[in-house]
């Protein structure tokens, strides 16, 4: 007969297949490209805005979209600081904190 050698399990994470797709491989898109928001809509420029994506900009829109993420206008944080003022979480700030999605075109 046949002998197997017995193997070890060793601890730590299950072995990951290297080719094996990952959740944002399979994900569904969060918002399909027709539904990006149009210059008009933004009120910038179509020159603008097709700059803002042709450099990488239209990548972040689904997540800017989303509310996920806030960018903080780096401007109001000098100026709160200098008035004395500390950062506090994100839903106490007021909207002038933070850019629009516009601005970030501009």
């Known amino acids: 007969g046949r002998v197997e050698a017995r193997t070890e399990e ?39 805005l097709e700059k803002w994506r042709k450099l990488g900009g239209g990548d972040l829109e689904p997540v800017l979209a989303s509310g996920a993420v806030a960018v903080l206008d780096a401007q109001w944080v000098i100026s709160h600081a200098e008035a004395g003022g500390v950062l506090s979480h994100r839903q106490a700030l007021p909207n002038e904190a933070f850019l629009s999605f516009a601005d970030l075109v501009e």
């Open 10 to 48: 060793l601890p730590g994470p299950p072995a990951v297949e290297l080719d094996a797709p990952t959740p944002a491989d399979t994900a569904a898109p969060t918002q399909p490209a027709d539904a990006l928001p149009s210059a008009p809509d933004l009120g910038v420029s179509e020159e603008k």
